[in-house]
């Protein structure tokens, strides 16, 4: 059984960091590109930041450009995100995700739902004021 088992997330004020996990489980997923992806409450699910199997290439979104760093070690089958300076609207449920598709080069990567096949259950992160 595949699973995708998120950590990391709670409470923290304005300004702080926390660190999220995700530890994969039932296959290795060291040939597929990962990603987070976030819902905050009344709102769609948006996709944060994702990283190529080969970790060369990673990408954001222009809201969490220069806070947050995606990261992954292969050898423990695990993708992080590393949040910093955190503000109010970061607030969501933080969801891990693994694509399908692989390449040969280790530079594929997606922002799009559609393209992950295997997601976690998501940790909640809340930012206070």
């Known amino acids: 059984q595949v699973q995708l088992v998120e950590s990391g997330g709670g409470l923290v004020q304005a300004g702080g960091s926390l660190r999220l996990s995700c530890a994969a489980s039932g296959r290795t997923f060291n040939r597929s590109a990962m990603g987070w992806f976030r819902q905050a409450p009344g709102k769609e699910r948006e996709f944060v930041a994702a990283?190529?199997?080969?970790?060369?290439?990673?990408d954001y979104v222009d809201s969490v450009k220069g806070r947050f760093t995606i990261s992954r070690d292969n050898a423990k089958n695990t993708e992080y995100l590393q949040m910093n300076s955190l503000k109010p609207e970061d607030t969501a449920v933080y969801s891990c995700a693994a694509a399908s598709a692989t390449d040969l080069t280790g530079s594929y990567y997606s922002r799009e739902e559609k393209d992950y096949v295997y997601w976690g259950q998501g940790t909640q992160v809340t930012v206070s004021s």
């Open positions: 990283i190529s199997w080969s970790g060369s290439t990673t």
